[in-house]
Nanobody, 120 residues
Framework: QVQLVESGGGLVQPGESLRLSCAAS????????MGWYRQVPGKQRELVAA???????NYADSVKGRFTISRDNAKNTGYLQMNSLKPEDTAVYYC??????????????WGQGTQVTVSS
């Protein structure tokens, strides 16, 4: 069973930066499309940024110009660079990816989430 593991969350002050990482904890063949979502209590999970297997990116309007999604295909790892963080960016951030396993089957997987808190 493929598991995605996020890391890099934490507590920062407004204006500071964080970089989240997402990697498979088990051996996989490749990661196809990948996305970062976030959720605050009482609200639906929302898409923050996404990247296709070819590197095409898409961002929520609220993070355009501040967040950058990227991927390292050699490491099967995805990243979300978050700059100029605001208190409203506070949420649990989740990684989602379409993964091709070593048996070449394709599945959709979620990470366990990492807390990002922006507060002075």
């Amino acid at each position: 069973q493929v598991q995605l593991v996020e890391s890099g969350g934490g507590l920062v002050q407004p204006g500071e930066s964080l970089r989240l990482s997402c990697a498979a904890s088990t051996r996989i063949f490749s990661i196809n499309a990948m996305g970062w979502y976030r959720q605050v209590p009482g609200k639906q999970r929302e898409l923050v940024a996404a990247i296709t297997s070819g590197g095409v990116t898409n961002y929520a309007d609220s993070v355009k110009g501040r967040f950058t999604i990227s991927r390292d295909n050699a490491k099967n790892t995805g990243y979300l660079q978050m700059n100029s963080l605001k208190p409203e960016d506070t949420a649990v951030y989740y990684c989602n990816a379409e993964v091709r396993g070593v048996d070449l089957s394709i599945g959709d997987y979620w990470g366990q989430g990492t807390q990002v808190t922006v507060s002075s």
